[in-house]
């Protein structure tokens, strides 16, 4: 197999989209001799930063396998300090140099924050998490909720590039990217912004 990772990170995830949209996946590296390869340590090429949405599996989407992307999935794409504390692992002792906050359409929970109402349970905290994003498209033109998950993924990637002290010394250092992208649930294509 191509040794992939010579190339960047980025390139290596547009690749693998671009596979996964014309129905040409690879399903690279999936097979006993990478596991075997990975048992004494894994160096994943980026983080992604998913929505829990079945829909939307990273290592699919992306056409990628074991050991070359390190996730972190909940509801909503957002990050809390468990979930920035994951990044810093991967940025810190993987040395993972790209984090990708991947946001989608028609993100049920986005949807279900611009529809209001009580959120029981533990919902509730994805909903307080979210609400920013909401309100700011409250004031813009077009749709509410399409705008929401497109604000909610930047204010996702704000909040991930100010976290101290490890990712924003990895940022200072050019070691670290961090960059937000939106997948687009019907045509499979991930489009990537800033
Ligand atoms: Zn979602």
């Known amino acids: 197999m191509a040794d992939l990772r010579k190339k960047e990170p980025l390139e290596l995830l547009m690749e693998g989209n671009k596979r996964y949209v014309s129905g040409k996946p690879i399903h690279p590296n999936q097979d006993t001799a990478r596991r075997t390869e990975l048992s004494s340590g894994q160096r994943p090429f980026a983080v992604i930063v998913g929505c829990s949405d079945s829909r939307v599996p990273p290592e699919i989407i992306f056409d990628q396998g074991i050991g070359d992307i390190f996730v972190i999935r909940v509801a909503g794409n957002i990050v809390d300090d468990v979930a920035l504390g ?52 409250k004031t813009q033109q077009g749709d509410i909720v399409e705008n929401a998950i497109r604000n909610n993924m930047d204010m996702v990637t704000e909040a991930i590039k100010s976290a101290e002290p490890i990712i924003t010394k ?19 294509v991930v489009e990537f912004e800033k």
């Open 86 to 137: 994951s990044i810093e692992y991967a940025v810190e002792h993987l040395g993972t140099e790209l984090v990708v906050v991947l946001g989608h359409s028609k993100c049920g929970a986005v949807t279900a924050t611009v529809k209001g109402g009580e959120a029981h349970g533990h919902i509730g905290s994805i909903v307080h998490i979210i609400m920013p994003a909401v309100e700011k498209a």
């Open 170 to 188: 990895s940022i200072k250092e050019g070691r670290l990217k961090v960059i937000s992208a939106y997948y687009d649930i019907d045509t499979g």
